[in-house]
Structure formats: structure tokens, C-alpha cells
């Protein structure tokens, strides 16, 4: 199941076909707090300096799952105009929703999945909640690039097939305790490692009520 749910975001993430035989540069990148901790989840964006920003193809696509009254994954990053479907896996209903300014919406309460996706078509930050599970969240980063990635439980990333060239390079993370400055790079043919620092707390799961398991 977990695999049914990240492979989309996977699709997205590579943000190119796939049958591309071209080979781009590659950017391996090892996010840290300064004191050297891996950040998992935190969001590296490369956005390209020279030419156009190439327009999301292929119709791009992600999941956000509920299962065990989470959400998950926890943080999703899309190409703006990417269609997110939000499939209840549990046997309980949510009932999920945003008040952030880049995507409004309410998927009122639910069952299996519902009929529509919600299509995220402005570039920011959105963050999404339960309002039968307060302690339900997640976040999704929308941005105007195909180029980026998320970090991995021991804090790193991988971005490949990149266009030669100069990118903008911005780190972001839900819980950053401040904005990291952008920083420009420089990728070629030869693959890119790159050590970054970011201030941000680590997740702490929030305790399910007593209400909820008893109904669970
Ligand atoms: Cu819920």
C-alpha cells in the first residue's frame, strides 16, 4: 500500500517522461539541521535561471492517503496544476480540508475515494486537515518548477534529469524555524553533491484522542 501511494508522487517528481533516453545532470543533496541531524521531508526546489520554466505534462498526478487517521505521505510536493486525489483507506470517515490561501477547499465527509481530485493550480504553501481528526495533517508545497524532490528518512535527496544549467535552489520544510536563503547553482553533465543546512524541527506525532479509538 505504501508503494500504491507514493508511485505517483514518484512520476511527479521525476517531472520528465520516462521513456526520455537523454541523460541531465543529477543533484544529490544531504539536508541537515546545523547541528548535523538528517531533515526528513524537507522539499529542495531547483527552478532554472535562463529559458522558460517547462509546463507540468502529462497531466501530473499525486495521492495523499488517510490510513490509521493520518494522512500520508505527510509532505507532498506538485508542479502547479497537479491533480491530488485524497482516497480514505480507513473504516472510519474524514472529512478533509484547507483554509490556505493557495488552495481552498473541502472534501466533506467521506468514505473510499472521492469523485473528484483536487487540482492545486497556484504556486505555495497548503496546509490540509481533518475536521472529524484534529490532529490529522499535511502538507503540500506547490511550486511553479517540475524540478525538485523531497528528502528521505536519513535526509537525502535525489533530482535527476536536470537540463544543464543555472537553478535557483530553494529548501523548504513545514516545520523550518526559518526561511533558508536561496542560493544558485551551477549543474552539468557531472552529477552535483550538495550538503545544505536547514533549521527545522523534527515531526512529532500528535496523540490520537481517546474518542477516536474507542469508534475506531
Ligand atoms: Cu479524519
Not at 90 to 102: A, I, K, L, M, W
Not at 105 to 122: H, M, N, R, S, V
Not at 135 to 145: I, T
Amino acid at each position: 500500500m505504501f508503494l500504491r501511494a507514493s508511485l505517483p508522487a514518484l512520476l511527479v517528481v521525476l517531472g520528465l517522461p520516462l521513456a526520455s533516453s537523454a541523460a541531465g545532470a543529477t543533484l544529490d543533496a544531504r539536508v541537515a539541521t546545523p547541528a548535523g541531524k538528517p531533515v526528513p521531508g524537507a522539499v529542495v526546489v531547483l527552478e532554472p535561471l535562463a529559458g522558460a520554466v517547462p509546463a507540468a505534462k502529462n497531466r501530473p498526478h499525486a495521492v495523499i492517503e488517510q490510513r490509521g487517521a493520518e494522512f500520508s505521505p505527510w509532505v507532498t510536493v506538485v508542479q502547479t496544476g497537479t491533480a491530488v486525489d485524497f482516497p480514505n483507506n480507513d473504516t472510519v470517515r474524514h472529512h478533509v480540508y484547507s483554509f490556505s490561501q493557495p488552495k481552498r477547499f473541502e472534501i466533506k465527509l467521506y468514505a473510499g475515494k472521492p469523485g473528484q481530485p483536487i487540482t492545486f493550480d497556484k504556486p505555495g504553501e497548503v496546509v490540509i486537515g481533518c475536521n472529524i481528526h484534529d490532529w490529522m495533517e499535511a502538507y503540500v508545497l506547490v511550486v511553479e518548477s517540475p524540478y525538485f524532490g523531497k528528502t528521505g528518512p536519513d535526509g537525502q535527496v535525489r533530482i535527476a534529469n536536470l537540463p544543464a544549467g543555472r537553478y535557483r535552489l530553494q529548501l523548504w520544510h513545514p516545520l523550518q524555524k526559518a526561511q533558508a536563503a536561496a542560493s544558485e547553482i551551477e549543474l552539468a553533465a557531472a552529477p552535483a553533491r550538495l550538503n545544505l543546512v536547514l533549521d527545522a524541527r523534527a515531526r512529532e506525532p500528535k496523540p490520537h484522542t481517546a474518542i477516536d479509538q474507542d469508534s475506531y
